[in-house]
């Protein structure tokens, strides 16, 4: 069945870091991709999709490239900040599976000064 | 409305209880999800319902969790005689097909 995988964190950066936080996907069908972030005692908020493979979904400076060949949706930042400090959640959306969505079990960053 | 309602936004109920949860869906919106959070975990699904389908069930923990949803319109989630490893944040969502889905900011249910 569909899954999703997603690097155990949590990780601890400085400010200014890079930041990557990787994910894998399984899925039957021909998906659609997402990260979302979930800031400290808020809901789940959509970060960026990609819907196809090699479409690149980008936003707040976050980037995510849809790889299908690596079966992967890794998400990069090339400086964080303190304000990026959240749980972030790789999920897919499968039509071939009813478009039922799956999330990863989050990964929680924490960016220091 | 312009997003995913979701009420109350906070209940303590006592063990043994039953309680219901509402989620008001965006307008148009044919899928509805729930999913279970505990405390600093990830997302734990529990009931997808989409269009006139039969809702897929396959994430309820147990027969004293259910869920109804009215067309495409509001979802109860109703927990029976409630234990105190229910306590968790109750979330739901919605989409239109082949779009993201939009969440509500959750229920925090506390079991004493």
């Known amino acids: 069945g569909d899954s999703v995988t997603q690097m155990e964190g949590p990780v601890t950066l400085s400010e200014e870091a890079f930041l990557t936080i990787n994910c894998t996907y399984t899925?039957?069908?021909?998906?659609?991709l997402f990260w979302y972030v979930q800031y400290p005692g808020e809901g789940l908020q959509l970060l960026l999709k990609?819907?196809?493979?090699?479409d690149k979904g980008s936003n707040k400076g976050f980037e995510a490239t849809y790889r299908k060949e690596t079966t992967s949706f890794h998400l990069e930042k090339g400086s964080v900040q303190v304000s990026d400090s959240a749980v972030y959640f790789c999920a897919l959306s499968d039509l071939g599976t009813g478009n039922q969505f799956y999330f990863g079990t989050g990964t929680s960053l924490t960016v220091i000064p | 409305g312009a997003g995913v309602s979701q009420s109350p936004s906070n209940k303590v109920t006592e063990k043994g209880k039953d309680v219901e949860l509402r989620c008001d869906p965006i307008s148009g919106h044919t899928a509805l999800y729930w999913y279970r959070q505990r405390l600093g975990q990830g997302l734990e699904f529990l009931i997808y319902f989409q269009g006139n389908s039969a809702p897929d069930k396959s994430g309820l923990p147990s027969d004293r969790f259910s869920a109804e949803r009215t067309g495409e319109s509001v979802s109860t989630l109703t927990i029976q005689r409630t234990q105190q490893e229910d306590s968790a944040v109750y979330l739901c969502?919605?989409?239109?097909?082949?779009?993201?889905?939009?969440f509500g900011q959750g229920t925090r249910l506390t079991v004493v």
């Open positions: 969502a919605s989409s239109l097909m082949y779009t993201e889905a939009f």
């Open positions: 899925a039957t069908g021909y998906p659609s």
């Open positions: 990609a819907t196809k493979a090699d």
